[in-house]
T-cell receptor, first 114, second 112 residues
Framework: DAGVIQSPRHEVTEMGQEVTLRCKPI?????LFWYRQTMMRGLELLIY????????DSGMPEDRFSAKMPNASFSTLKIQPSEPRDSAVYFC????????????FGSGTRLTVV | GESVGLHLPTLSVQEGDNSIINCAYS??????FIWYKQESGKGPQFIID?????DKRQGQRVTVLLNKTVKHLSLQIAATQPGDSAVYFC???????????FGQGTILTVHP
């Protein structure tokens, strides 16, 4: 099992540009989560999906952020337009509802907006 | 909203000592708790979990204690090793929705 796969690992972009982060969950997992980690705010849940359907997006900072899960093996988090305050590490995680031992996290995408 | 918080942001120990990392939670509806370890440049990694119908659970060199009366969770690491140096997060879960809420984290530094 390759685990949760995120790409890119690092992204540096200019303010105002569109950024797309990608995630491939573990096969068979029916929950997918997007988290953002910063020194100031720690790990924040942005949005999560169950069976490809968004369940709770209350953590999405504003309309500049959007997430999709077109199928069970792929999800994207898009920021348009990006701002310097969006700089953070973005993690994707997946889990199985019936296996209650928490999530498996990807290695994260370190986003820097200059 | 309700959140999970940690008492100690940093903890330094000598190799071979036992470490105790503490966590306070406020959501009395949470019935499942997890400890994660995060090493530099990596995502959080599952260590051990406990359900609210338990007071204690042991793993390999780690023990989690849950005190529901005072809403307190702790992680004990026996014979701490340099490889244990990391940030440790407690997290609570609302099993109705599968959503994890993380605490702020404690930095554990193990000196050889």
């Amino acid at each position: 099992d390759a685990g949760v796969i995120q790409s890119p690992r690092h992204e540096v972009t200019e303010m105002g540009q569109e950024v797309t982060l990608r995630c491939k969950p573990i096969s068979g997992h029916d929950y997918l989560f997007w988290y953002r980690q910063t020194m100031m705010r720690g790990l924040e849940l942005l949005i999560y999906f169950n069976n490809n359907v968004p369940i709770d997006d209350s953590g999405m900072p504003e309309d500049r952020f959007s997430a999709k899960m077109p199928n069970a093996s792929f999800s994207t988090l898009k920021i348009q337009p990006s701002e310097p305050r969006d700089s953070a590490v973005y993690f994707c995680a997946s889990s199985q509802r019936t296996r209650n031992y928490g999530y498996t996290f990807g290695s994260g995408t370190r986003l820097t907006v200059v | 909203g309700e959140s999970v918080g940690l008492h100690l942001p940093t903890l330094s120990v000598q190799e071979g000592d036992n470490s105790i990392i503490n966590c306070a939670y406020s959501n009395s509806a949470s019935d499942y708790f997890i400890w994660y370890k995060q090493e530099s440049g990596k995502g959080p990694q599952f260590i051990i979990d406990i359900r609210s119908n338990m007071d204690k659970r042991q793993g390999q060199r780690v023990t989690v204690l849950l005190n529901k009366t005072v809403k307190h969770l702790s992680l004990q690491i026996a014979a701490t090793q340099p490889g244990d140096s990391a940030v440790y997060f407690c997290a609570e879960k609302d099993t109705s929705y599968g959503k994890l809420t993380f605490g702020q984290g404690t930095i554990l530094t193990v000196h050889p």
